[in-house]
């Protein structure tokens, strides 16, 4: 196993999921992607989290992102486990969920924290760009369920630089001024930002968000 990084490829694998077996680059296909994991089913913060996961697929979909998450339980568990979430959750769980029982997943993407739980994956979280490059990796402990706005804000942010030589700003919200890129010469910014800018500092230059 070696550290995945920033940059680096995402790892590609095959796995059985609740939705059939999936070759993940071929399954991520042009766009965007979230793998994330879970310690363990039949728990109630991971029934929480996957619950909001699913009623968040509108927003996924908007960015054009595919969600799947994992554990190390088996296909039958995370079946019956699904149930309980759809009905304690008021939702339909819409994303396939890997079985990595053999942990072969879970290894390649160092998911499985000894020190913390040796037989359980902690809360890896894996933004995955469409070059298939990882842009984000997040690590919570197994107590702390996640925020999963904050999972969307750092994708529109993501994208924001994808799409439009875009940086963010602390505390930033999808809405706010967005920092011009230090890449972009100063001679390219009018048309690049046709909706105006500010030159706080040669450095800090700010413009409207363009979408
Ligand atoms: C949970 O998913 O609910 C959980 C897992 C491990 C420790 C604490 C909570």
Redesign the pocket.
Known sequence: MATIRLGDIAPDFTALTTEGEISFHKWLGDGWGILFS???DY?????TELGTVAKYKEEFDKRNVKVVALSVDGLDSHKGWINDINETQNTTVNFPIIADEDRKVSTLYDMIHPNADDK?TVRSVFVIGPDKKVKLIITYP??TGRNFDELLRVIDSLQLTAYHKLATPANWQYGEDCVISPSVPDEEVPALFPKGHKVVKPYLRITPQPN
Do not use: M
């Open positions: 879970h310690p363990a728990t109630p913060v991971c029934t359980a197994a107590s």
